[in-house]
């Protein structure tokens, strides 16, 4: 009889601390939140996971809530809070499923937030996949929507070669939602199998028309630190010195699905050299997007005459969406400028000489610009022409 | 008072660094790549020459995550990381029972860095490294993330959030090493390159130093000269550069170039760097206020390492090509004792245990070299069956190796 009596009297002081933990967890989040570059703050971050890891199953909503606005640092410090305290209620009934259910589907809450109150959920609830993905389609979430696109996909798939019109409006739905590659590439195939057109270029949100001038010297490196005009000045009328002479602005536009731009073979295989692009982006408003691109190539980014990043490393690699560069757009028209520099070296690895951008939201959806098409200039004449003025130097080496 | 207090207990943690370095690795635990000593030489293990589905596979188990990193053994632990999702950038740290195999405890996080790679590479590439009590997994991503043995998080830094040009298109692999209290993490790439000495009690950084441009894949090692502060030994294109590991302070430099991919290895008072071949410089001295670099014992072009690291075991040092020929060598002089052609192609770097080296191929076929006598043998083949790049950890007379899909204990 005592020891039951002990044992409820330590049940009732746990409930109790958790109790006095949930009216107040607001120092410890604020603890996480706060901490900053360079391990500012750890120490403060990492007592306060000590403490908020015996949150009771019922504050997981709050805790996830915390992730509103954090920094990457501070979400992945309340990832670790809300597995512990996952983990050690999994079992107990504890878990809040119907509150975690709400969260999830309030879609302004953060997405990362959402994903976890969702991997959490799942421990508890094992059809909560079924009853959620299919409605994440367009989720702000990339991977609710990476989910989703792929139960269309293996819907479309199991409707067999025969299903025609219904296989194609499967996998059109699949594609709105996807942004991945591998899933894009998949159902663009899929279409095209079956004599659809699919426009890659709108679906990424690829810029494809540009103006550019070139090459200016970056022997030993020299260009990617050194400030050649377009930098001081966008002056698209203008001669300029550059490498081998005066130059001047040209245009250039690509048809490549993925919104390759090559220079080297459309342009001139041009080494150690350096050449700048030029292309206006009208905005329906101010918003947050981010310039997404690849490149082999070293570079620098400005939009709006702010400069945004820039890589100085060459021939490791391109991919889709290799950098990403969040900005804020303004309304009307943006100004881009882009740097783009081709080293020296002679091996056959180190020769591609070439460029995608594409805007999009952070959840890689893109964001097309107010016209179809944002052209480069407003004198622009055929888009399927490769390369459509250029220096007479620069179009020589072309031919 | 305070300062000779904080001062006694760093002199103790170096000690234990020290007892652990003279003794090589204890046989109970690994903790980091290459072992306790960064030597990858476990002598009094004893690991079966063969294994199959259903011979001396003490447990296979699921990886969430892809993975060239190597796992760590702490105690009753075994504790790997991993990476997942499209983007590979979900990062994974998972601990798991030594004897039975069951998970105790996994956590994710998010990467802050980049995470493209090479197709070849992932996210999880590095191996991590211990203390004995914490865990300090390092990714791709510059993230390095500190939990104690059962899961708590202790820290964590973004290095690519608070350096945002230290990133590489084909990824990071160097694997950090601990030295004392300092966590030893080499982030070198053609931008924005460094190396950082963080306290391994809050991630902040004792030291930070610019280090070449160029991008690196090699991993550091530590000498112990006599009562000295340990030094890390920080390999690049440049060649060495030894810093005390607490203070960060460049000590001496070994000017000549060295490999990007294949790390040093130290045996006795001599260093084994991947330059010009192979070349061996002299540690264990004091060099003279007017020296700046060790001096040169040997130098040999014709042991030049592939991926793999070179591995030293009873004075010879192994050293396996990119051909796939694996070379034994006298350590004191370089001369070539011995010569046998193995089945590569090999990124894993090999593990001694007695006088067996384990090669695992890129096919995940390994080959057991008995390096007993005058010539290398191979006393066993057997295969996974999966890819394997990662380089395989031992304890007591257990062997532990990971692929992309699967974690094996192989023991009998």
């Known amino acids: 009889m005592i020891h039951l009596r002990h044992v409820l009297t330590v049940i009732a002081l746990a409930a109790s601390a958790e109790s006095a933990l949930a009216a107040d967890l607001n120092p410890q989040l604020n603890a996480i939140r706060n901490i900053s570059r360079e391990g500012g703050g750890n120490e403060a971050a990492a007592a306060a996971v000590r403490t908020l890891s015996s949150s009771s199953a019922g504050d997981l909503p709050k805790i996830l809530a915390a992730f509103e606005d954090a920094s990457p640092l501070a979400v992945n410090y309340l990832r670790n809070v809300v597995e512990a305290v996952a983990d050690r209620h999994a079992t107990d009934g504890t878990i809040p499923a119907e509150e975690l259910e709400t969260f999830i589907t309030t879609k302004s809450n953060d997405p990362r937030a959402r994903r976890l109150a969702f991997e959490v959920l799942s421990r508890v609830d094992s059809t909560a996949a079924d009853r959620l993905i299919p409605g994440m389609l367009l989720d702000p979430s990339p991977e609710f929507r990476r989910d989703a696109v792929q139960r269309l996909i293996s819907e479309a798939r199991s409707l067999g070669d025969d299903a025609g019109k219904k296989a194609i409006e499967v996998y059109r739905r699949a594609l709105s939602g996807a942004t991945d590659t591998d899933l894009v590439k998949e159902i663009s195939k899929a279409l095209k199998d079956r004599g659809e057109d699919v426009d890659l270029v709108s679906h990424f949100g690829f810029l494809t028309d540009w103006r550019i001038v070139g090459p200016f010297d970056n022997h030993d490196f020299i260009g990617f630190d050194t400030a050649y005009s377009p930098e001081e000045k966008l002056d698209f009328a203008a001669k300029l010195t550059a490498k081998e002479g005066e130059v001047a602005w040209g245009e250039v536009t690509t048809s490549d699905e993925f919104g390759i731009i090559d220079i080297a073979k459309s342009i001139a295989p041009h080494k150690g050299a350096v050449m700048y692009l030029a292309a206006s982006y009208e905005s329906a408003g101010p918003r947050h997007v981010e310039f997404r691109f690849g490149t082999p190539n070293a570079w620098k980014l400005w939009v709006n005459g702010k400069f945004l990043f820039g890589r100085d490393e060459y021939h490791r690699g391109m991919a889709i969406d290799q950098y990403r560069v969040p900005t804020e757009l303004q309304t009307g028209k943006n100004v881009i400028l882009l740097k783009l520099c081709q080293n020296e070296q002679t091996d056959d690895w180190a020769q591609r000489y070439q460029i995608q951008i594409r805007v999009c939201d952070p959840s890689g959806v893109a964001v097309l610009p107010v016209k179809p098409k944002a052209a480069a200039t407003s004198d622009a004449g055929s888009p399927k022409q490769q390369v459509k003025r250029l220096t007479a130097r620069t179009e020589g080496a072309s031919r | ?412």
């Open chain 2, 1 to 412: 008072m305070i300062a000779l207090k904080m001062n006694s207990v760093r002199q103790l943690i170096l000690l234990s660094a020290v007892v652990l370095s003279a003794t090589g690795v204890t046989g109970a635990d690994w903790l980091q790549f290459r072992g306790n000593d960064v030597s990858g030489v476990s002598l009094a293990s004893e690991i079966p020459a063969t294994w199959s589905a259903t011979e001396n596979i003490a447990w296979k188990i699921d990886l969430p995550g892809r993975g060239l990193s190597g796992p760590i053994v702490i105690g009753d632990r075994v504790v790997v990381t991993a990476s997942s999702g499209f983007r590979q950038d979900r990062l994974h740290v998972l601990s798991f029972d030594r004897a039975s195999g069951d998970k105790v405890w996994e956590r994710q996080f998010w990467a802050t860095g980049r995470t493209m790679t090479h197709a070849k590479m992932c996210v999880a590439t590095p191996t991590p490294a211990s203390d004995g009590t914490r865990i300090f997994a390092f990714f791709s991503s510059n993230d390095v993330v500190c939990l104690d043995l059962d899961g708590n998080l202790q820290w964590l830094r973004g290095l690519t959030h608070d350096f945002p040009n230290a990133s590489n298109s084909l990824g990071m692999a160097s694997s950090p090493i601990v030295i004392g209290d300092t966590l030893i993490v080499q982030v070198e790439n053609d931008a924005e390159s460094f190396a950082t000495g963080l306290d391994t009690s809050n991630g902040k950084s004792r030291w930070k130093k610019v280090r070449p441009k160029k991008a690196n894949w090699s991993s550091p090692t530590s000498f112990q000269n006599g009562d000295a502060e340990p030094l890390a030994l920080l390999q690049s294109s440049a060649g060495i550069e030894a810093v005390d590991s607490h203070s960060g302070e460049t000590v001496w430099k070994f000017g000549d170039g060295a490999s990007t991919i294949p790390s040093s290895v130290v045996t006795g008072d001599s260093l084994l760097v991947p330059s010009n071949g192979l070349t061996a410089l002299r540690l264990g001295v004091q060099l003279a206020d007017d020296v700046k670099s060790p001096e040169v014992l040997w130098n040999d072009n014709r042991l030049a390492p592939g991926t793999a690291s070179p591995i030293v075991v009873n004075g010879k040092v192994f050293v396996i090509n990119r051909a796939g020929v694996l070379q034994a060598a006298d350590v004191n002089t370089g001369s070539v004792l011995w010569k046998l052609r193995l089945k590569g192609p090999f990124s894993a770097t090999p593990v001694a245990a007695g006088n067996h080296l384990i090669f695992f191929n890129e096919e995940g076929g390994a080959q057991v070299v008995d390096i007993s006598g005058a010539e290398g043998a191979i006393v066993g083949e057997n295969s996974v069956g999966e890819t394997i790049l990662c380089t395989p950890a031992i304890a007591d007379n257990e062997m532990f190796v990971r692929s992309d899909g699967h974690l094996w204990k192989i023991a009998k």
